[in-house]
T-cell receptor, first 111, second 115 residues
Framework: KAGVTQTPRYLIKTRGQQVTLSCSPI?????VSWYQQTPGQGLQFLFE???????NKGNFPGRFSGRQFSNSRSEMNVSTLELGDSALYLC??????????FGQGTRLTVV | AQKITQTQPGMFVQEKEAVTLDCTYD???????LFWYKQPSSGEMIFLIY??????QNATEGRYSLNFQKARKSANLVISASQLGDSAMYFC????????????FGPGTRLSVLP
């Protein structure tokens, strides 16, 4: 059974650009959550999608958005990138119980 | 307030010895779950163990056990017989029924296993 797949693994973008990250959950998992990990702020919750609907949202500016498709794959978009957006972005999928399984993350560097 | 505290930024342990990683939490929600994740340098968060707030017994998963003390609001991870491959960051995390299913993470503890 394949795990959570995040693409791309690494990205370098310039300030002001926008970026889209992708997450394919474990087959059969309908919940996908996104987290940002930085050395200064640690791991912070961005948002959660379930059956194509945003179910929960963290305290991030509107430049951060996401969506989920009918096959449960999710994308996260960050517009007008800032240097502070440099981080490891982790995606987690859940079947319905409390356990969540994470992907390897996308490491975004903004220069 | 929802908060996870891990007071040990770094820990060292000799190979084959046991080690305890501390975690305390703060929540007013009576229904919550506590997790430990391992994050090696590759970045992936690896699920280790889960404890529900209503579980009567401490959770165990192979070499990992969770020392759950509800009254003290602590959920320490015990790793028995440490291996070199256990060297990684370890995160304690919590979900709460009344705050959605999103994790609140602690700052992490970096464990180094010495040969």
């Amino acid at each position: 059974k394949a795990g959570v797949t995040q693409t791309p693994r690494y990205l370098i973008k310039t300030r002001g650009q926008q970026v889209t990250l992708s997450c394919s959950p474990i087959s059969g998992h309908r919940s996908v959550s996104w987290y940002q990990q930085t050395p200064g702020q640690g791991l912070q919750f961005l948002f959660e999608y379930f059956s194509e609907t945003q179910r929960n949202k963290g305290n991030f500016p509107g430049r951060f958005s996401g969506r989920q498709f009918s096959n449960s794959r999710s994308e996260m978009n960050v517009s007008t990138l800032e240097l502070g957006d440099s981080a490891l972005y982790l995606c987690a999928s859940r079947a319905g119980g409390p356990e969540a399984f994470f992907g390897q993350g996308t490491r975004l560097t903004v220069v | 307030a929802q908060k996870i505290t891990q007071t040990q930024p770094g820990m060292f342990v000799q190979e084959k010895e046991a080690v305890t990683l501390d975690c305390t939490y703060d929540t007013s929600d009576p229904s919550y779950g506590l997790f430990w994740y391992k994050q090696p340098s590759s970045g992936e968060m690896i699920f280790l163990i889960y404890q529900g707030s209503y579980d009567q017994q401490n959770a165990t998963e192979g070499r990992y056990s969770l020392n759950f003390q509800k009254a003290r609001k602590s959920a320490n991870l015990v790793i028995s017989a440490s291996q070199l491959g256990d060297s990684a960051m370890y995160f304690c995390a919590m979900i709460q029924r009344n705050y959605g299913q999103n994790f609140v993470f602690g700052p992490g503890t970096r464990l180094s296993v010495l040969p």
